[in-house]
Every structure is written in C-alpha cells, then in structure tokens.
C-alpha cells in the first residue's frame, strides 16, 4: 500500500496465497451483500475467471493507482514492493494476468520486466465482465 503523507491511499497492491487473496471474501460475505441468488449467479461466473495459486510463481492479485497518482510512479513501486516479497519468500518468478484493454497497465507492466506468455479469451462472458480476454504475463527474478 502508498500513501501520500496526508495519508491519502494512492494504491494498494495485493497477491495470492492458498491461504487468500487481495480480496477477501466467501460464500457468506457474498450472500450478505447480494442475497442468496445474486450471490449464487457472481459466484459462479466468479469462479470461472479464478485461478489457481501458482506453486512455482508468485501470483500477483491485484495493483491499484489512484486515478490521480498515475504516471507518478506509484505502480513501479508497487510492482517492487511486490517483487521483493516474493524474492523473500524464495520464488523466482512471479506471475500476473492483465485485461487486453488495460493498455496502460500492460505497458507498465512490459517496463517492469514483464513478458506475456498466454492469453486467456472469456467469449460470451465478455458481455458479462465487459471486457474480451486477459493476458498472463510472467517476470523472472533476479
């Protein structure tokens, strides 16, 4: 997480472990905030875009810029805050996937040493999440 010394949040990065991700949340919080079908019909579609925790790679779950701290250098910094958590963990790599129409961040991302290795097309649930593929993208550690 960056912060600005008036402690306004500029972003927040998170990664995923087999004991949980950047976004918490169940079975129960997703009833408690969409009742019991909405929860059933998110869940589902959710589970569909889920990806397993990489054993060899450390899966990074989510960066997030403040729309008015972009292009400052918050995600770089992110990125390696990111980055030397999974060098202390011992992994050699680590793994994101990024929208296709996220541009920008893909950009970023091929700045901080990133290589795309896969593409992962939704088909009709593009109607869905609104947007048409991700892209999984790898950089290895040195």
Do not use: C, H
């Not at 402690?7 to 997703?30: D, S, W, Y």
């Not at 918050?74 to 996220?102: C, H, K, P, T, W």
């Amino acid at each position: 997480m960056r912060a600005r010394a008036d402690g306004t949040l500029l972003g927040v990065a998170g990664f995923k472990t087999a004991r949980g991700a950047l976004v918490l949340g169940g079975r129960r919080e997703m009833r408690a905030a969409y009742g019991i079908l909405g929860a059933a019909w998110r869940g589902g579609l959710l589970a569909l875009l889920d990806s397993d925790v990489d054993n060899r790679r450390f899966l990074i779950d989510g960066i997030f810029v403040a729309p008015e701290a972009r292009g400052r250098g918050v995600g770089s910094r992110l990125i390696e805050a990111l980055a030397q958590e999974a060098r202390s963990g011992g992994y050699r790599e680590i793994r994101l996937e990024v929208i296709d129409e996220n541009l920008r961040a893909r950009a970023l991302y091929e700045r901080r040493g990133f290589r795309a290795v896969g593409r992962r097309p939704l088909g009709v649930l593009r109607i869905v999440f609104g947007f048409r593929a991700a892209t999984t993208m790898i950089r290895r550690l040195g």
